[in-house]
Nanobody, 115 residues
């Protein structure tokens, strides 16, 4: 069982930045997908960013050029750099890992962007 521990959420004013981190309890070997999902009350959880084994990153349209996902030096930690935050970015952000045919989730971290 892989544990994912997130950190970095908080309250920020619109236009500000936050960096989320997610650390896995085990070595991550190929192939894998690491991602961040956002959940807003009353709505389904959506994937906002993902990084693939190849190092390629994908983003949902409304965060492109503002959010950047990375996994430096192939470590067990991934980061989500969030810039120019907007009130609509508010939600609970969950780290997600697909590894060895299994799916793992972190506990979630709250991000609140005030206008």
């Amino acid at each position: 069982q892989v544990q994912l521990v997130e950190s970095g959420g908080g309250l920020v004013q619109a236009g500000g930045s936050l960096t989320l981190s997610c650390t896995a309890s085990t070595n991550i070997v190929s192939p894998y997908v690491m991602a961040w999902y956002r959940r807003v009350p009353g709505e389904q959880r959506i994937r906002v960013a993902a990084i693939l084994t190849t190092g390629d990153a994908v983003y949902v349209d409304d965060v492109k050029d503002r959010f950047f996902i990375s996994r430096p030096n192939a470590q067990n930690t991934q980061f989500l750099q969030m810039n120019n935050l907007k009130p609509e970015d508010t939600g609970v952000y969950f780290c997600n890992l697909i590894l060895g045919g299994s799916v793992y989730w972190g506990q979630g971290t709250q991000v609140t962007v005030s206008s």
